[in-house]
């Protein structure tokens, strides 16, 4: 068996495997199915990064999947949950949706210019993205609970604001991050 194939690499195919899964469930309104495969993607997230470093399962395979996976689950979550027709309380709102697609393509698209130009490749996450990735995979658990158990829409609003906030906060915290990081780079070498 190659290393590719590792309980972490399998974790994460498992979660990109989900991600159609989830999309049927929403799109026949099947939330409480949906709840549950989206809350098991997410544990996948948390248990695959557990498992590689516990394991000593770290991949290459693995450091391009595990935030692929991520993004394309949020995304895909994000985009489907926003459309009108598809949930049973009001769509996510839009603006919350393009905060935190808008957040992550900033962030693609500068690494990629910043790789590009200058070769540097050592971007690492930071604690507020992590947190950010945290309060977005909550909100969406609170959006579809809302819609699976009938909930009240009128607590859904302050994880808008607090979804919202947190993408504009931590994007904003990355630009920094990388600075730093690159700065951090040339001393390492000396």
Request: a neutral charge; hydrophobic letters at 55%; charged letters at 10%.
């Amino acid at each position: 068996m190659s290393s590719v194939f590792t309980l972490a690499n399998l974790l994460t195919i498992l979660r990109l495997l989900l991600v159609p899964v989830f999309v049927m469930a929403v799109y026949y309104q099947y939330f409480g199915w949906a709840l549950a495969i989206f809350v098991t993607a997410a544990i996948t997230d948390g248990l695959d990064g557990f498992v590689a470093r516990y394991f000593n399962q770290k991949t290459e395979l693995g450091a391009i999947l595990d935030p692929m996976a991520d993004k394309l689950l949020l995304v895909t979550a994000f985009v489907i949950l926003t459309l009108h027709g598809f949930t049973l309380t009001s769509p996510l709102p839009f603006w919350v949706t393009v905060a935190a697609i808008s957040r992550d393509v900033f962030i693609v698209l500068g690494a990629l210019v910043i790789n590009v130009s200058t070769g540097f490749s050592n971007f690492r996450p930071s604690w507020p993205g992590k947190l950010n990735t945290f309060v977005e995979f909550f909100m969406i658990v609170l959006f579809l609970a809302t819609n699976a158990f009938r909930w009240p829409e009128k607590y859904l609003f302050p994880a808008f604001i607090i979804t919202f906030g947190m993408c504009v906060f931590s994007g904003i915290h990355y630009v920094f991050h990388v600075n730093r990081l690159m700065n951090e780079a040339p001393q390492a070498k000396d």
